[in-house]
């Protein structure tokens, strides 16, 4: 075993407390005497303890070649990767996981502090000092932890020999990486005063080794301490108070006069107090947010919600180091949260725009993010910045394109990202190292796509050669696209004005065309190149290759127009002529075609408006309506002959023995009284006869084409329910038919679901509920019987009552309501919509009027 000073360990912290425990075997030896029995009993257990670890090591050693085989198939599954780190025992193994994972992950800082520790427990040497300081290195870089780096500045002070003997290369070296952790993580209001202590102890054991005879030396050291004993309190810190005591117990020390037991400032210079108290201010301010990122019961969003409420405030407040530092603890707790990424970018390019900063934070945006395209866009910018060199741009604009990107357009922005650097780079070469020329763009354009098969984004099942291009991949994917369109408008233009190459140019939109040649705007963006450029005849070729093209929407005939308005342009007039004679009979065409659209989606959007408003059957009919059965009472009062609103005794006598009659007489008088209901009704203008349903049937689902002259023997009345439209009826598969007799209705109602005009109909006997008694309305015969009754001086007011409504009624304009007894498609229980209830009449004019048996008889029953 070597000895413990050539090992670089980091001392545990249970060492520091001394709670850890080494056994000591020389000073307890294991007995060596025992009897017989218990050294059989020691040897079964030993070989059972052998056989469950080589179990448990064959168990293990399988789950971790499995997670290999998985890793190798998956290089991009971070969680593998940190099963895998768990599974290895051997150091050179899991070293070798670690740098795998690292290529493509950054590491959390627990992983980096797990890694630096067991690196310094195995290794030795001043070689070995630099690999474990390398990784703390790394480590530092990836994420912001005050623990990391105060293991990093607790191991070189502790393993460093330069350091650790303070010669002056190593205070040198250990002051640099001091200021390091401050400029860092000094900022952290909650942990940055672990990093000044830190500081603080390494000056005051520098102070401690110095000769006393060497004054000088001592008072140049002494303001060191003080210079960061003034720093320290100028900077918002959690337990400032306790900084501010050990700062005076140090002053006294000096020969300073000072209450070490209070917090007061008597006795600080005054600029020391003011900053102290600004930076106590500004620490109370932030105190609630502290509390609230901290918080350990909060979820994911609500603490990423307090992050950005926090740096809102911070960004107020106008400190762009404060700002920046709290970016890194929120990117520390949210890695791989893109939009903080692209917030935290965006910051740094409009206020600090320090270029090295600026180009580490978009180096770990993208190794964090690497599926976000637009932080690829922006890190080749920041680099284009920073007069980055050629070979380190190109690097990472490699690295861009084994990314998967969630869309297309992605892609496209970073090629056209790439191509305006440069361009840019090429048109200001003198600016730049190296010597750039157009071959480069033209490569960019046509980059091999060996590296994008490989990746999982692209679909495995299309077999892609390695010979095929980027722009021809992109070109299968966004055709008839405006990228698409954008892109290779842009390739033709520099080929034309940067390669000089018009021949080259015309290649790029004709290999354009052969991919999009039903985009309009493809053919119109050559045409406008070749304008430009004074050549009319090449752009007149071209319209006459493509005037005869379809194109959606109307782009047909946009580009006959623009033909035509070319050849007036620029044309002579036999062109002009031309142009006449081919576009004409195009256009004809193409207007014979659009009237042939239009005349057959009007049928069909007849069909769609019938079938668009579905309604019950009852609700139909209803709306239907624009007749009622009978006059409204206020109408048959106004059409009523003036009469003495007081009845005479005599005429009360007379109701009363009209009432007294027979019941049976008044069925017989009704008997014979019903052949003369129909001559009545037949003399009243307008009426329409009514129907009882006695024997009527109700179909449905009749075809749509089905009419009146399609009746089927024994039908005596087709009534089809109709829906009234603007200009037209059209019939919605629904009838009445009223049939002679019950034997015939019974053969029709057999008929049920058989096939007539190609559709099953449904027949069904129509058996609607019967109107209530007490309604108020009367039956179609009982009218008939009133109108018998009142005679013929009844019938000529009725009609002189007619009269003078219809002419008062025409002089009301459209108010005009209809009311009557037409009974045209109307079930004989449904109510029109509006229909007023009809209430018995109660003024003494109505009581005037001859009633018929039957309502003398109800008059009667409602009294008793």
Known sequence: MEPKEETLATIPEEEEDGDTVIPDVENNPKPTTKDNSSDSSDASDSDSDSDSESEDEAKQSMELQTLQYQLSNEPSNYDTHVQVLRKMGEIEKLRQAREAMNEIFPLTPAMWQEWA??????????????????????????????????????????????????????????????????????????????????????????????????????????????????????????????TLLAYKSWEVEQGAVLDVESSNLDGISSNVALAYQKAL????????????????????????????????YEQSSGDPGRVQLLYERAITDFPVSSDLWLDYTQYLDKTLKVGNVVRDVYSRATKNCPWVGELWVRSLLSLERSRASEEE??????????????????????????????????????????????????????????????????????????????????????KNTDGLLRLYAYWAHLEQSMGKDMVSARGVWERLLKISGAMLEAWQSYISMEIELGHINEARSIYKRCYSKRFTGTGSEDICHAWLRFEREYGTLEDFDHSVQKVTPRL???????????????????????????????????????????????KRQKNAPQKPKKVHDKEKQQVQNLAEENEGRETKQTVEEQPKEQPIKDAVPGRTKGFTDECTA??????????????????????????????????????????????????????????????????????????KDSSGERAPTEQAQSHQQTGNAGTSASKESSIETSKQSRGRGDSVQLKGKNTFAVPRNVRPLGFPAIKPKTEEGEDLKPKSNDEFRKMFIKKD
């Open 281 to 312: 201010e500004m620490c109370n301010a932030r105190a609630h947010l502290e509390e609230q990122i901290s918080r350990q019961d909060l979820s994911d969003s609500e603490k990423f919600q307090q992050y950005m409420i926090y740096l809102k």
């Open 393 to 478: 741009i190109s690097t990472v604009f490699e690295k861009s394109l084994l990314c998967a990107f969630s869309t297309f357009e992605e892609y496209l922005d970073l090629f056209l990202t790439r191509i305006d650097g440069l361009r840019r780079r090429i048109l200001f070469s003198g600016e730049v190292e190296g010597v750039l020329d157009y071959s480069l763009i033209r490569e960019t354009f046509q980059v091999p796509l060996e590296f994008c098969v490989s990746v999982e984004w692209f679909p495995a099942a299309i077999s892609v050669p390695n010979v095929v291009r980027a722009s021809d991949y992109l070109s299968e994917q966004m």
């Open 698 to 771: 109700f179909l449905s689902n009749i075809n749509l084409k089905a009419s009146p002259r399609h009746n089927c023997d024994g039908y005596n009345v087709c009534r089809p329910l109709m829906k009234i439209c603007d200009d037209s009826s059209v019939t919605l598969g629904l009838a009445y038919v009223d049939f002679i007799d019950d034997e015939h209705l019974a053969a029709a109602v057999a008929k049920n679901k058989q096939m007539f005009l190609g559709k099953k109909l449904s027949i069904a006997r129509s058996n609607p509920k019967q109107r």
């Open 117 to 242: 520790r067991d690196e310094a427990s195995i290794s030795t040497g001043p070689e070995a000092l630099l690999g474990v300081e390398k990784i703390y290195e790394r480590g530092v870089s990836d994420y912001l932890s005050v623990p990391l780096w105060c293991d990093y500045l607790k191991f070189v002070q502790e393993y460093d020999p330069s350091i650790r003997a303070f010669l002056p290369d190593g205070i040198s070296k250990a002051r640099n990486l001091f200021e390091r952790a401050i400029t860092a993580a000094g900022l952290h209001v909650s942990e940055g005063s672990k990093i000044w202590e830190l500081y603080r102890e390494f000056e005051l054991a520098i102070f401690c080794r110095i000769d006393e005879t060497n004054l000088k030396e001592k008072e140049k050291q002494v303001q060191r301490i003080r210079s960061i004993f003034h720093r320290q309190l100028s900077v918002p810190l959690a337990n400032s108070s306790a």
């Open 588 to 634: 004809e065409e193409l207007q014979l075609f659009r009237s042939q659209q239009e005349s057959k989606s009007l049928p069909e959007s007849a069909d769609q408006k019938e079938h668009s408003v579905k309604k019950t059957g009852r609700e139909k009919r209803k709306s239907d309506l624009n007749i009622s059965y009978e006059q409204s009472p206020a």
